[in-house]
């Protein structure tokens, strides 16, 4: 049923023309199931039915109220009028057609909807995947002068709570063969505060704390820490890390204009010392095969610097059964005495 309850018993009157040939004559106009019914006004026979949803007014917001059913789809002309003074029937007959209409699909309004709903979706996918992809494609195409760029602004923010790197000429000496010997840093520094393990910044730049060389006894020991950091930063490239933490606009700024602000990575030396006093790795049996690999290929025995970090753990201890060395000097020490005894004095000025 199409027509609402309470205009089901509606009539009134109106003037009714079947065409344009026709003479109009009075009629009485009912509501039906979904029609009006034009009903001659004297023998109250039924001329015609109209359908509700196929009804058009002709002059809106005038009285009286022209009515005409819609257009035949052939496209004939269709002349039949009704015409209506009853304000309520015409009110009641607009009413319904609105409560018809509000039912109709609307291609246009779904195709809108659709149109908002998929913009919205891709919004919060550029929202949560854009800046993350956009980070990795610049860390990809990043030339390396603008990594080395980075890791010495990272150093620079990171010095401002360990001090300044420690030099003197036998130490620097040290540090480039220990670099050297690696072949996984270009640039290594000493820091005397703050710092006590290592941090591999952008650049093949890494950071050594000075703890972590009056404490050990063998050389061993650093650069098993260097490897580490080395196999972390393949896994996860410190430029990208630094993009990271400094944001969105940093890593646009430097695919645009190959620089990123300074102020941008103001607070990032706090960020990389945040956690650095439990330096003991969590080894699965990837990473650990990766890292004794690591180990073989620059020929350093792993056995020290396993019992430097933890000489009770279960990967720890698969570290000192599968050195490559068993515990052993390798055959090329990874520093000599007197560039050892240079490293952990570099500070003493």
Same mark, same amino acid.
């Given at each position: ?7 089901q ?12 040939k026709?003479?109009r004559?009075?009629v ?15 023998s ?37 009028e ?12 607009e009413k319904?057609?609105?409560?018809i209409?509000?039912?109709?699909p ?7 909807r ?5 913009? %919205?979706?891709? !919004? #919060?996918?550029?929202?949560?995947? +854009?800046? /993350?992809?956009?980070?990795?494609? $610049?860390?990809?195409? &990043?030339?390396?002068?603008n990594?080395?760029?980075? %890791?010495?602004? !990272? #150093?620079?923010?990171?010095?401002? +709570?360990? /001090?300044?790197?420690?030099?003197? $000429?036998?130490?620097? &000496? ?10 996984? !840093? ?34 061993e ?19 990208v890390?630094?993009l ?25 030396g706090?960020?990389l ?21 690591e180990f ?15 000489p ?9 059964e ?10 090329e ?17």
């Amino acid at each position: 049923m199409t027509a609402l309850p309470e205009f089901q018993r509606l009539e009134c009157s109106g003037v009714w023309r079947e065409n344009a040939k026709t003479q109009r004559r009075d009629v009485i106009v009912s509501f039906g199931e979904a029609t009006i019914v034009i009903s001659d006004e004297r023998s109250a026979r039924a001329l015609t039915h109209w359908s509700l949803p196929a009804l058009t007014r002709l002059n809106p917001n005038q009285i009286p109220a022209r009515f005409a059913p819609s257009k035949p789809e052939d496209g004939a002309d269709q002349d039949e009028e009704l015409e209506i003074d009853d304000t309520t029937m015409i009110g009641a007959i607009e009413k319904v057609q609105a409560k018809i209409e509000s039912r109709r699909p609307h291609p246009g309004r779904l195709r809108t909807r659709i149109g908002m709903g998929t913009a %919205g979706v891709f !919004a #919060l996918f550029a929202i949560l995947w +854009l800046p /993350g992809a956009t980070t990795r494609h $610049v860390a990809d195409v &990043a030339p390396f002068a603008n990594r080395i760029e980075l %890791g010495h602004a !990272a #150093l620079a923010d990171l010095t401002t +709570l360990t /001090g300044t790197p420690c030099h003197s $000429v036998q130490g620097d &000496a040290a540090l480039a063969r220990l670099a050297e010997r690696l072949k996984g !840093a270009d640039e290594i520094s000493i820091l005397p505060e703050a710092l006590n393990g290592v941090r591999r910044l952008p650049g093949r730049v890494v950071a050594v704390g000075l703890p972590l060389l009056v404490t050990q006894d063998t050389p061993e020991v650093v650069a098993g820490h260097i490897i580490t950091a080395e196999l972390e930063a393949e896994k996860q490239d410190p430029l990208v890390s630094l993009l990271d933490w400094a944001g969105f606009g940093a890593a646009f700024d430097l695919l645009t204009t190959g620089e990123v602000p300074p102020d941008s990575l103001r607070g990032y030396g706090e960020f990389l010392l945040r956690g650095m006093d439990n330096h003991t790795p969590k080894l699965d049996a990837v990473r650990l095969e990766a890292l004794l690999a690591e180990f073989a290929k620059v020929g350093v025995s792993s056995t020290p610097y396993a019992y430097s970090i933890d000489p009770t753990g279960e990967s720890v201890l698969s570290l000192i059964e599968a050195d490559p060395f068993k515990g052993a000097p390798a055959p090329e020490p990874v520093l000599e005495d007197s560039d050892w005894i240079a490293l952990q004095t570099i500070c003493d000025g």
